[in-house]
């Protein structure tokens, strides 16, 4: 799987569009980008995934650049309990390599 | 849904026992993973089981540690003797099948004294 890079640690204020980016030069083709995150104590929780193309549900957006180099997890209104470390993942197949992760931290 | 199940959420122990940890996945999901982690390591995977059979078990740090899934929703993972390094917060997590999202239990919180 390839290498991801995210910033160790991010602010953001309640209300606000939480931005996370990631950086994964070395991705492969069939690789998809895939984000997790963990909210103190518990199990991580999948958030989305995507290939190519731009995606979202009801929790967030994916913006994957056209080079697939990177990409941005973005939380549209970051509520307190959005606080976590948040995982980006590249993957193939079964293995989900977690890094270090960015810790997210929503101030009111 | 119920989610994955995991059991005992906490055990405390002393070095040199024998330690079963249990999960229960999803029902209708074929693969089942095994995770540690600590502070040091971060989150690691352990085992996959596909259908029951186990597929990798390259994380498995050593011969202490053995998994096994006798059915299709129950697993356990056993160490046995334990070590204060074994300890750590456990995760079983179920996928339905692949490529599919991995579903995370609660995780065991382990201690070994």
């Known amino acids: 799987d390839a290498k991801t890079t995210q910033p160790p640690s991010m602010d953001c204020a309640e209300g606000r569009a939480a931005n996370l980016p990631c950086n994964h030069s070395t991705i492969s083709g069939n690789e998809y980008v895939y984000w997790y995150r963990q909210i103190h104590s518990q199990g991580p929780q999948y958030i989305i995934h995507g290939l190519k193309n731009n995606e979202t549900n009801e929790m967030a957006s994916l913006i994957i650049t056209e080079d697939r180099k990177s990409s941005t997890l973005i939380l549209p209104h970051a509520t307190l309990r959005d606080t976590a470390v948040y995982y980006c993942?590249?993957?193939?197949?079964?293995?989900?390599?977690f890094g270090a992760g960015t810790t997210v931290t929503v101030r009111a | 849904d119920a989610g994955v199940i995991q059991s005992p959420r906490h055990e405390v122990t002393e070095m040199g026992q024998e330690v079963t940890l249990r999960c229960k996945p999803i029902?209708?999901?074929?693969?089942l993973f095994w995770y540690r982690q600590t502070m040091m390591r971060g989150l690691e995977l352990l085992i996959y089981?596909?259908?029951?059979?186990?597929?990798?078990d390259s994380g498995m740090p050593e011969d202490r540690f053995s998994a096994k899934m006798p059915n299709a929703s129950f697993s356990t993972l056993k160490i046995q003797p334990s070590e204060p390094r074994d300890s750590a917060v456990y995760f079983c997590?179920?996928?339905?099948?692949?490529?599919?999202?991995?579903?995370f239990g609660p995780g065991t919180r382990l201690l070994v004294l």
């Open positions: 029902s209708g999901h074929n693969s």
């Open positions: 993942i590249a993957s193939n197949d079964y293995k989900l390599s």
């Open positions: 997590a179920s996928q339905k099948g692949p490529g599919e999202t991995q579903y």
């Open positions: 089981f596909n259908n029951n059979v186990p597929i990798d």
